[in-house]
């Protein structure tokens, strides 16, 4: 009987990630509150396992080995499923990251199991996820006894009740090397705009702009208040309309300021997730079912040529 | 140099797309328009790229989809592959990543591929995967989110950075075979020439059959796909976009956003 409920949590610079306890949220709210069992690798995480054992009062199983220092995802396969298969787990959660999307469909192999990801949240049988930039959800049911998932940021609150009775750790050690990739090295970004993170207010540009000439007015309306910066989703820096170092989500930079403008951006999660944390979110864009109206606070179907300017022009007013 | 380079063909927009709610899918409207997935289009160039600096490189292109599905497959020779492979799936509807990977891995082991490229996700379904549980399932090693590639044809291996989270890079060295998910940006596709749009005429893409493949069941399945709840909205802000603007300027100020 798969009945097992898992998280692998992750460790990143030092610490357990907000997401990972985002996991324990999910996992506890599929099984009927019941708390998953969490696994953690790496070379030395005697701490962070004590952190998390104490926050969740989850039973925290540790795999250290000398070679877990760095994420590999062959290695943490290997590693995880050596451990896990014998807990015959009915559901494997990982957050949505880069180490999650990485290690899910290659441990959903080796479980032979499903494996389904960026889900927000859970109906049914099935665990809903979106599609088309956040316009559809889709319901995806598991054919398989186990499941693999990875959980979307922020899209369920992290679980530290406080005051519980701390977890109990268990240790392992994990084999040795055997993957056929190695980590040479991880580099700091060359193009950091350290403009954003300062900036309290961030107009930001996405595809629905139009054209790289209309970059223009996003600059004019982020000028028109103090300690602003322009902000981009990533297709924006691909078409060159903007430079990388501005793009805002997931593999650009987090953001949270006072307020945040999205001027034609449609709300994929991968840009979602860099800026959720701002506090004033205002949306413009001409597709009433874009997904940045579920995130925003305040919501305007116009078109940026024609809006911005009359903003403009009402701001300058004020 | 033997590369494999996966090619799905998404819709345009989705704006002109409606649920089927007989089949559960989306069903086109006869405006929709169908292209290369932007990702794959990197993914594509990429070997491209390659065989350039890899002399005696083949590139082949493979599309797993319905009928419509082979003008991709075409669009892929005519930027430039040698050779179009497009595994006919009959019909619209959801295939799962865990299918689309078993199908893709077949495929590859009639070939020996030294490289298989995808793109590091589609635009429509989002999922991200397919090029990673292609490798689990050939059991090869794989980096995603490749922004920079460099191969390293004596000692059969290839050096490729993978974006992770705020911007950082990792770079992995790996033996070949390989998977590879290519981001956006890493390149810019290029447009078909016209002696290559000339050249693609005459190649005949080859259509296989996924019972020819040797399939296993498949893992999931979708319960059905709708709209977004929209209770998670915020404020929409009514009336001309003059009385829009003014509202919004009041609001700022009420948050005391304006100084």
């Known amino acids: 009987m798969y009945s097992a409920h898992i998280v692998i949590a992750e460790v990143r610079r030092g610490v357990i990630t907000q997401e990972s306890y985002e996991a324990v949220s999910f996992a506890r709210d599929c099984s009927g509150g019941l708390l998953p069992a969490v696994v953690l690798l790496g070379k030395d995480v005697s701490l962070q396992a004590e952190d998390l054992a104490e926050k969740t009062g989850c039973t925290v199983h540790v795999i250290q080995g000398d070679h877990l220092g760095s994420f590999n995802a062959e290695e943490s396969c290997a590693a995880i499923a050596d451990l896990i298969s014998g807990l015959l787990p009915a559901l494997v959660c990982l957050p949505h990251s880069s180490m999650g999307w990485d290690l899910a469909p290659r441990l959903a192999v080796k479980l032979h199991a499903s494996c389904i990801t960026a889900v927000e949240t859970v109906k049914g049988k099935g665990f809903t996820r979106s599609m088309c930039a956040g316009r559809f959800m889709a319901d995806i049911v598991p054919l398989t006894e186990s499941v693999v998932i990875t959980l979307s940021a922020g899209a369920y609150p992290p679980y530290s009740p406080g005051g519980s009775a701390k977890g109990p750790i268990e240790r392992v050690r994990a084999a040795g090397a055997t993957a056929r990739s190695r980590l040479l090295g991880v580099r700091e970004p060359a193009h950091r705009d350290s403009a954003l993170r300062d900036a309290e207010v961030i107009v930001s540009a996405g595809r629905g702009i139009g054209k790289k000439e209309n970059v223009e007015i996003v600059r004019e309306l982020a000028s028109l208040f103090p300690r602003s910066a322009v902000g981009a989703s990533r297709s924006v820096c691909d078409l060159g309309w903007l430079e990388y170092g501005r793009q805002i989500g997931t593999t650009g930079q987090t953001v949270a300021p006072k307020l945040y403008i999205a001027c034609g951006i449609s709300g994929a999660i991968q840009h979602v997730a860099g800026m959720r944390g701002a506090h004033t979110i205002v949306a413009i864009n001409t597709d009433p079912d874009a997904a940045i109206f579920r995130v925003a606070h305040y919501c305007i179907v116009e078109d940026i040529t024609t809006f911005i300017p009359v903003l403009m022009d009402e701001l300058k007013r004020d | ?259």
């Open chain 2, 1 to 259: 140099m033997k590369i494999l380079a996966c090619v799905k063909q998404v819709h345009d927009s989705s704006d002109t797309l409606e649920i089927n709610e007989q089949t559960g899918w989306f069903s086109p409207k006869p405006l929709t328009v169908f292209r290369m997935n932007r990702f794959d289009e990197f993914a594509l160039e990429e070997a491209l790229l390659i065989r350039e600096r890899m002399p005696e490189s083949v590139v082949h292109a493979l599309s797993i989809g319905p009928e419509r599905a082979s003008t991709t497959v075409r669009r892929a020779l005519e930027m430039g592959a040698d050779h179009g492979v497009h595994i006919l799936v009959k019909g619209e509807g959801y295939m799962s990543p865990f299918t689309a990977a078993s199908a893709i891995a077949s495929y590859a082991r009639t070939g020996s591929y030294d490289l298989i490229l995808t793109g590091v996700m589609s635009e429509d379904s989002m999922a991200g995967v397919t090029g990673q549980l292609t490798a689990a399932i050939l059991d090869l090693p794989c980096v995603t989110s490749v922004i920079r590639t460099e191969l390293h044809g004596e000692t059969a291996e290839i050096v490729a950075d993978s974006e992770i989270e705020n911007g950082y890079r990792a770079s992995y060295r790996l033996s070949l075979p390989a998977v590879l998910t290519i981001q956006s940006g890493i390149n810019s596709p290029r447009y078909p020439s016209l002696s290559n749009v000339m050249r693609a005429r005459s190649q005949q893409p080859k259509t296989i059959m996924p019972e020819d493949l040797g399939l296993p069941a498949p893992r999931d399945s979708c319960s059905g796909i709708r709209m977004p709840d929209t209770s998670s909205q915020g404020l929409f802000l009514e009336g001309t976009a003059r009385e829009k603007a003014q509202m919004l300027v009041g609001i700022l100020h009420e948050r005391s956003l304006l100084s």
